[in-house]
Nanobody, 125 residues
Framework: QIQLVQSGGGLVQPVGSLRLSCVASERLSNSHTISWFRQAPGKEREFVAAIFRSDWNTYYATSVKGRFTISRDSARTTVALQMNNLAPEDTAVYYC??????????????????WGQGTQVTVSS
């Protein structure tokens, strides 16, 4: 079974940038979608961004579109989330996940079976 190990995150001031990485234990096949979700205290885990399986198109939550960029390396083992112009409302624990959701389920956390360990992102002055 694929394992995901995350790195990055930390404390940043508003309008600053951070980069998160998610390294898979094996090459991600065309049948796997890789996504980033986040969970703020007292809130449900919410979709942030994804690279969808089969077509490798990228998808973003409205709240992060234009500020965040998801990308993968050519070896298909590392997926990054570049976060720019961060705001306090971006504060959360960020998780990468992989699974085989259909497109209509891609934004649901229960569509993913494998998760990274999570990494804290705090945006504060």
């Amino acid at each position: 079974q694929i394992q995901l190990v995350q790195s990055g995150g930390g404390l940043v001031q508003p309008v600053g940038s951070l980069r998160l990485s998610c390294v898979a234990s094996e090459r991600l096949s065309n049948s796997h979608t890789i996504s980033w979700f986040r969970q703020a205290p007292g809130k449900e885990r919410e979709f942030v961004a994804a690279i969808f399986r089969s077509d490798w198109n990228t998808y973003y939550a409205t709240s992060v579109k234009g500020r965040f960029t998801i990308s993968r390396d050519s070896a298909r083992t590392t997926v990054a989330l570049q976060m720019n112009n961060l705001a306090p409302e971006d504060t959360a624990v960020y998780y990468c996940g992989t699974g085989r959701p259909i497109l209509s389920s891609m934004r649901r956390p229960d569509a993913y079976g494998t998760w990274g360990q999570g990494t804290q992102v705090t945006v504060s002055s």
